[in-house]
């Protein structure tokens, strides 16, 4: 078959391949993390609040947490499209960040909602 030559072939490979690494830009990164964080955050205060109101104790109220956390995950999945690295860098930015950040603040909010609605 007549054609391109190898060598050209091969160049142009490469040249592909060099543009299938994905780039990200370093401020909309920093932004899609503050959008996980403050998310996080958030869905954590109305979880300790809801567990609180719910008078959930010990092991409940965590498994809340967990559940609440797998929710928020995929709703910041679903407003990425499913298109997760087309935003992010690896998929544990967008289920591990923010978690322990978000506990404390789950705790922090169960405890005070349970002592208002429960004990006083």
């Not at 391109?4 to 401020?27: G, Q, R």
């Not at 205060?45 to 008078?55: E, F, N, P, S, T």
């Amino acid at each position: 078959m007549a054609g391109h030559s190898d060598s050209n072939s091969s160049e142009k490979k490469s040249s592909e391949a060099m543009n299938d690494v994905p780039t990200f830009s370093a401020e909309n990164l920093q932004n899609n993390m503050k959008v996980i964080y403050y998310s996080r955050t958030f869905m954590s205060i109305i979880g300790g609040v809801l567990a609180g109101i719910l008078g959930f104790t010990g092991f409940m109220g965590f498994v809340l947490y967990f559940l609440v956390m797998a929710i928020t995950s995929i709703g910041l999945i679903a407003k990425a499209k499913f298109s997760v690295h087309a935003y992010f860098d690896s998929w544990n930015r967008i289920i591990l960040d923010g978690f322990m950040g978000g506990l404390m603040s789950f705790v922090l909010f169960w405890t005070f909602a349970y002592d208002i609605v429960h004990i006083f």
